[in-house]
């Protein structure tokens, strides 16, 4: 009898042992900062989070690919995603009347190389995603319905059709050597773009 009398005062000892400890003061150090980025716009539909700073990977191509002027990489597909199309909106020009949209173009807007579409690669100090020199003789074409579109800002591409809710409109990128005899390197470039609603 007395054996379970010991072993039952056992644990309130350890509670007794460790309740003689006073609680860890607060402490509150820099966690660092989030950014936010947006905007309110004033058009039927926003452009979804996914397109906004989207990465479009070319990969790696050789140079044997691109040996003569106007040779081109295989294509990468792409979209830019537009979501909540309202196609009835107020109309800006006019307080009490709506106007409606049917269809969307992008205008593109980049650095050129060589003529209106295709866009020039950056040079590798302007953040051209590695330590090495930027690749020469090569640049980069986006295609819709296989053709190169404008990516100089001076015209929009083809207007789609879209609807109310969700749209997707479908691009594609590749390289094309600008001339003969393309020089090995980083081969990134970057483009803007806007859309125009009709």
Do not use: W
């Not at 990969?59 to 309202?86: E, N, W, Y």
């Not at 980049?110 to 209106?116: L, S």
Request: glycine share 10%; proline share 4%.
């Amino acid at each position: 009898m007395k054996k379970l009398a010991t072993v039952a005062l056992m644990p309130a000892l350890f509670v007794t042992a460790f309740s003689g400890h006073a609680a860890a003061p607060a402490v509150t150090v820099d966690g660092g900062k989030i950014n936010f980025e947006g905007s309110v716009v004033a058009a039927p539909c926003a452009v979804d989070n996914t397109t906004e700073g989207q990465t479009v990977i070319l990969g790696q191509v050789p140079t044997s690919r691109l040996a003569a002027k106007g040779d081109t990489s295989s294509a990468v597909p792409f979209t830019i995603g537009l979501t909540g199309c309202d196609l009835t909106v107020a109309d800006p020009a006019e307080a009490d009347a709506t106007v409606s949209y049917t269809s969307a173009s992008i205008i593109f807007n980049g650095a050129t190389a060589g003529d209106d579409s295709t866009l020039a690669i950056q040079p590798a100090s302007n953040g051209a995603g590695d330590t090495t020199s930027a690749a020469q003789n090569v640049g980069i074409q986006i295609y819709q319905n296989n053709r190169a579109v404008k990516v100089d800002g001076s015209t929009a591409t083809a207007a789609q059709k879209i609807l109310s809710g969700n749209n997707q409109i479908p691009f594609s990128a590749a390289y094309v050597a600008t001339d003969d005899g393309v020089v090995a390197g980083s081969a990134n470039s970057v483009v803007n773009f806007q859309i125009s609603y009709e």
